[in-house]
DNA sequence: CCCGTCCGTTGAATCGATTCAAGCACATGG
DNA sequence: CCATGTGCTTGAATCGATTCAACGGACGGG
């Protein structure tokens, strides 16, 4: 059961030190003693302690991704790109679902800060950076995700939420809507609360051009269906032409609670609907959903790309920002 | 930057055996002995090093959770209700994705097994299980996730998937289908041949009914695009009325196929189809689609469950199998 | 007043890999 | 033949938390 260096130096008939040499400087070991290492690593079945080798080290050659949602495709994606390039570096990437929760948030941080993991990437729940600061204290730097962190001395790899709301909104009055409506929350949330923004910017450009805003608890198909049938009434009664979804997955809950039911309402004839992240579910919906797209696995690969700049600089380098811009795939939910 | 026992017990003015007591047994410790040693753990910031305290240990408070798919909604879901266990036995567990790749399972393991972590919960990409059994060799107890382990000696949680199969196929016939197709692959992977199985048996059970097989390479919204571009023809031609989709991914795929493009197809009147897992964009598909639906957090939570018995009794403890039955959650894409 | 308990506390030993100053053997040049 | 390298290898010290045999003091019984 325990198979140390110890045993395979005896067994190779070599010394503790040489061992670690052969596994990580094999360079400098004559190949005949590497052979031989290998030899009774091989038989004996050993694989390093990976406790120890980072008890050593200070730190370990993790990464921890925390996300607001990994039911949210989007966020798998994002950490499929990490995961890819975190792999290049001979890193791995641990996943943690905050499902925006504060109070998850903290305990994931906790685990990872006593892990000593090589950095953090997260996607915040709240603006409070606080924890993360702590965290920089003691050595692990950290990455924001989907959020931008101008101020703050944190690099952050985001998209232009603020613009992608705008694009949403100007798609629908392009297309010749005015009474608008935004769906999303809770408003706490950046990302939300940046689109929400850019909904309202473009709408105020555009005269007699209306937006009214429907909070959500959660970004859920079911809070969606929801708020698409609080919305249904007004469809009719108050004329609401279009609706800026904050994301996906409440579009798509949007869309079913108008098609369904008694009363249908016609899409794109009577309302628009438009949603963000582009999931695949938007373009196999009912009517397909037009959407704003990020670059979603680049968000991931670009922000382990960050954390390793900062773990490198010794956390002395400059933050980094980096922004992509996103954007409209146009489907039948907003033309004919 | 190094915060370590010694300096929480210099300052609290106690031995560092002392502090250990009074983060793991502060029963054997007075009251107020308590109390110095956590105010000079909140003075100097002190946070306990995982990989120190795991060295010592031998095995680490985390559980690692290798599933075949993130992208897949089903998988979440059993990870959501692993984590929420895990949670309870002051454990966390770390989310690692294979996407059906024996060689990113490979790599997981091998990354697992040096983090010696307490426990691995997995959803095996093959029917090979000499790695697994490596790891148990080495004191690090493994349970199958929705996978039935039958002859081996690892405990298993899982759903009945002969049974889900049949049930699928079952309801078709009930509803007055003869000629039926099984979208799924690849066959490898137990989960989908066991489906398929069970569809097969039902189909025997009538005189007349037939059953025909549809490979695909992976579990997909578009894969099952494809499919169902494949079904078309054969749909009008050779009378295929009933599909039965082995995940519901290939089910949106094939739905999205059938109903748009040329010459779109009837549903429920024309053909009949079933998915499987029944995830929520299921129920919000353009047709609502009937959907074997499994017990998702309940699986994960009762791995946990397991794993953690198996941690317990020292490997020495009967393996135990638990299956859940599945059941048929019926909607518009089968019945009017 | 002495002895045995019990409670609280101590600190050296331990886990396993890495590091690095020191050592060894052999070769090369003067 | 000695001095100086050069190329490999050695093994004790180290990282930080936990464990456990041992210890000191207080207390009660005899």
Redesign the interface.
């Known amino acids: 059961?325990a198979v140390s260096v110890r045993e395979v130096a005896a067994r190779a008939g070599v010394s503790v030190g040489t061992v670690s040499n052969v596994l990580n400087r094999p360079e400098h070991v004559k190949p005949d003693t590497v052979d031989r290492v290998h030899a009774a690593i091989e038989e004996l079945?050993y694989?390093?302690?990976?406790?120890?080798?980072?008890?050593r080290a200070g730190r370990?050659r993790s990464l921890a991704l925390v996300v607001l949602d990994?039911?949210n495709?989007f966020f798998?994606?994002v950490?499929?790109g990490a995961?890819a390039r975190a792999?290049e570096a001979g890193m791995?990437v641990?996943?943690?679902?905050s499902d925006e929760s504060p109070e998850r948030e903290a305990?994931?941080l906790?685990?990872f800060?006593?892990?000593?993991v090589g950095g953090v990437l997260i996607s915040p729940v709240e603006e409070d950076l606080t924890r993360l600061e702590?965290l920089r204290?003691?050595?692990i730097p950290a990455v924001l995700v989907d959020r931008e962190a101008g101020a703050s001395a944190f690099s952050s790899v985001s998209v232009d939420d603020v613009a992608g709301g705008a694009l949403a909104a100007r798609h629908l009055l392009d297309t010749g809507r005015r009474r608008l409506a935004f769906v999303g929350g809770p408003l706490r949330i950046r990302q939300v609360s940046d689109r929400f923004k850019g909904a309202s910017a473009a709408v105020a450009d555009v005269s007699e051009a209306t937006l009214q805003l429907f909070g959500t608890d959660e970004m859920s198909?079911?809070e969606g269906r929801r708020a698409g049938e609080a919305l249904k009434p007004l469809i009719r009664d108050t004329g609401i032409d279009g609706i800026v979804a904050a994301n996906d997955l409440l579009a798509?809950?949007i869309?079913?609670a108008l098609l369904f039911g008694p009363d249908p309402i016609r899409m794109p004839a009577e309302v628009g609907l438009v949603g963000y992240d582009d999931i695949?579910?938007a373009a196999?919906?009912?009517v397909p959903i037009t959407s704003v797209r990020q670059p979603r696995e680049l968000i991931g690969s670009t922000a382990v790309e960050l954390i390793l700049e900062a773990a490198d600089g010794d956390g002395a380098g400059e933050p980094r920002h980096v922004v992509f811009e996103p954007s409209l795939v146009v489907r039948a939910s907003t033309v004919a």
Chains 1, 2 share one sequence.
Not at 47 to 55: E, F, S
Not at 94 to 97: E, G, M
């Open positions: 059961m079945g694989v390093p302690n990976g406790a120890a080798r980072q008890l370990s990994v039911g495709p798998t994606d950490a499929r995961e792999a791995t641990f996943l943690a679902n305990m994931h906790e685990i800060e006593q892990q000593r702590a204290a003691r050595g198909l079911d798509i809950g869309q079913r695949s579910f196999s919906a009912v």
